[in-house]
């Protein structure tokens, strides 16, 4: 490098600074297929598009949004031991009032104080010893994590107005009714050599009657079955914060449901960062969500509730991306992700098998006014969005698109490629620093360890 060090040399690059452009290099050579690169005849796609899909929502715009999103870190935190790992996660609801922001719009020069006051927000954390560090001795990894998700449901609370409900009190909420939460929750015994299935689980715990194991309500998760003892176990601490993030939705939902059903509840849209999807051992979820909230929707609150998930990754959004700027897809488009188009995005020849487990909202691509490309989950008035016969492909079968289509294009942000304002707020507030982030939960996750003696 054309730069001179301190003794007199010339810099050299790092070892690993070409990595990326050479393993680029090598992909470029190699032979696969990418669908999103193979667009040829799209013809068979019209009848799959829907021109000019947005319209005003029945009984009047959404006014206001509620964005969830989550982060997550893993970080080492002693030195010479890399396999002591501690996981830092954290999720993020925010509220906008989309009647202010577009009065701003109008202005000459905008209202910075006015902004503010457009924006509020709320944000839980939550910590745990991941991997090479346990609760207390004696004690498995599997375990240690079982202690601590029981421990975290119980201590972590959503505060916000006059909502005042802990993680746990949500969880049985989820598995009941709106305002009639469960009493228990059927748990599987997690000891291996156990058999004992759909054990009733109140919130204090409960003892397996077979092998006399203490169970947690928290066990119905079965985010314990994915830690292992070598590895980071990042996978199952996302696992926790996707459970967290529509907790969080439900707990937002609720309140409005039960206090303003009639106003506030059916002029807010929530919003998730991500598909309204449930993944790995949690997915059992998924049919409790769509329950839940489709059984909000039998009120006078007409349509609501107004619920999406925006996706800023993926093959779906690569394929979406692909299709816009192959003009198949014009300002103002709706396109239904039915069998025939999953089977071209996945390279599958079993579409009817995609996302009848994980699902409870029905992946759609949309063209905005001012051209951006979202893809997005949307809830169906009544039923499964996928099943094993294809689920519901049509918009007809969900209600509240229009609404949803609505903000989207009334919502669009610059922060990042086809985002929208609510989820860039939401993503901001619960995103960690790069850099300064990881020192700082380094050096906190080695105080809540013991590794390093507290300062007075």
Known sequence: MPYETVSGGFERASRLGHTNAIVRA??????????????????????KIMHDAAQEATGGRITSAIAV????????????????????????????????????????????????????????????????????????????????????????????NRMNQSLMSLLFLLHGQPGKPAVSLDVNCPEPTCGERDIAVGSAGAECPACKVRL????????????????????????????????????????????????????TLFIMDGPMAVYGPPAKLRSRALQYFQSMSGTPAALAPFICGIEKTGTVVDYAGALARHNVLAP?????????????????????????????????????????????????????????????????????????????????????????????LAHSKAAYPIGVGTDVLRLAAKQKLGLRPART
Request: charged fraction near 20%.
């Open 26 to 47: 090598m992909a470029e050579k190699s032979d696969f297929y990418v669908p999103a690169e193979h667009l040829s005849d799209m013809s068979w796609l019209e009848s």
């Open 216 to 267: 947690f309500p928290t066990d119905v998760l079965r985010i314990h079955e994915e830690v292992v003892e070598d590895g980071s176990n990042e996978s199952p601490l996302g696992r926790l914060m996707q459970v967290v993030e529509l907790l969080v939705v439900v707990g937002l939902a609720t309140l409005l449901w039960e206090q303003s059903r009639d106003q506030l509840f059916r002029n």
């Open 332 to 424: 103002g488009d709706l396109m239904t992700v039915d069998s025939d188009v999953i089977s071209a995005i996945t390279n599958s020849d079993n579409p009817i098998a995609y996302g009848a487990e994980t699902y409870w909202g029905r992946k759609f691509i949309y063209r905005s006014t001012d051209s951006r490309t979202v893809v997005f989950t949307a809830l169906p008035g009544q039923g499964p969005p996928y099943d094993d016969r294809g689920g519901q492909t049509h918009p007809s079968a969900y209600p509240t698109l229009p609404a949803i289509l609505d903000v989207i294009d009334r919502t669009g942000s610059s922060m990042y490629r086809n985002g929208i304002v609510p989820v860039s």
């Open 69 to 160: 999103d989550g982060s997550l870190m893993v970080v080492p935190v002693r030195d010479g031991l890399p396999s002591v790992q501690y996981g830092y996660a954290q999720s993020a609801a925010v509220w906008l009032d989309i009647t202010a922001m577009e009065k701003q719009k109008q202005e000459r020069f905008v209202d910075p104080v006015t902004l503010g006051q457009a924006v509020n927000s709320a944000l839980i954390s939550y910590d745990l010893p991941v991997a090479g560090a346990y609760v207390r001795r004696g004690v498995s990894i599997k375990d240690s994590w079982r202690e601590s998700l029981d421990s975290l449901f119980r201590s972590k609370k959503i505060e916000v």
